[in-house]
Antibody
């Protein structure tokens, strides 16, 4: 079965960096685009970034553009989110999410990891 | 950015009722690439509807989606106790892939 396990969250000071990882299993990772979605405590969902199945195309929310970088290592079935210049507004539970279907067409999001909590605080 | 506005913010109904949740986009959604998700407290979101009107695998036929362009609707018939949750709409026709602010379906 599909499993997505995020790691790398924690408490970080404002202005610092953090790298999140997501270990994927149970599906052909290299065939699927992957997303990061975040949810601040008690708030709604905010889409963060997406990377295509081959890693050639990446898109970001305006709120993170220029600060966050999404990447993938298909040899390790792992998705990454490099976050820099973190601020209090980045405090959230970060979910790794799989595209519903393989291929290059736009797709909804189906499997979600349990998330890793990032807290930006001095 | 395509801003999605859900209404109502909270809907209070009883089991057996029919719930109608709306989502309006500030721009037309390309290709009707539009989804609905359900999130219960302490759980991850679950995909209900994709491409505006197609049920995801394993989703009961009590859930139905409709709409196109800028106006979309999620209808839940014959509400069951487990349906009371927060519902989010999302457009994925173009980046950024925005979500609505969420709508809470609560037991009356």
């Amino acid at each position: 079965q599909v499993q997505l396990v995020e790691s790398g969250g924690g408490v970080v000071q404002p202005g610092r960096s953090l790298r999140l990882s997501c270990a994927a299993s149970g599906f052909t990772f290299s065939s699927f685009g992957m997303h990061w979605v975040r949810q601040a405590p008690g708030k709604g969902l905010e889409w963060v970034a997406v990377i295509s199945n081959d890693g050639s195309r990446k898109w970001y929310a305006d709120s993170v553009k220029g600060r966050f970088t999404i990447s993938r290592d298909d040899s390790q079935n792992t998705l990454f989110l490099q976050m820099s210049s973190l601020g209090a507004e980045d405090t959230a539970l970060y979910y790794c999410v799989k595209k519903f279907r393989a291929g290059s067409n736009p797709e909804a999001l189906d499997y979600w990891g349990q998330g890793t909590l990032v807290t930006v605080s001095s | 950015e395509n801003v999605l506005t859900q209404s109502p913010g909270t809907l209070s109904l009883s089991p057996g009722d029919t719930a109608t949740l709306s989502c309006r986009a500030s721009q037309s959604v390309r290709g009707n690439y539009f989804a609905w998700y359900q999130q219960k407290p302490g759980q991850t979101p679950r995909l209900l509807i994709y491409s505006a009107s197609y049920r995801a695998p394993g989703i009961p036929d009590r859930f139905s989606g409709s709409g196109s362009g800028t106006d979309f609707t999620l209808t839940i018939s014959r509400l069951e106790p487990e349906d009371f949750a927060v519902y989010y709409c999302q457009q994925y026709g173009g980046s950024p892939y925005t979500f609505g602010q969420g709508a809470k379906l609560e037991i009356k």
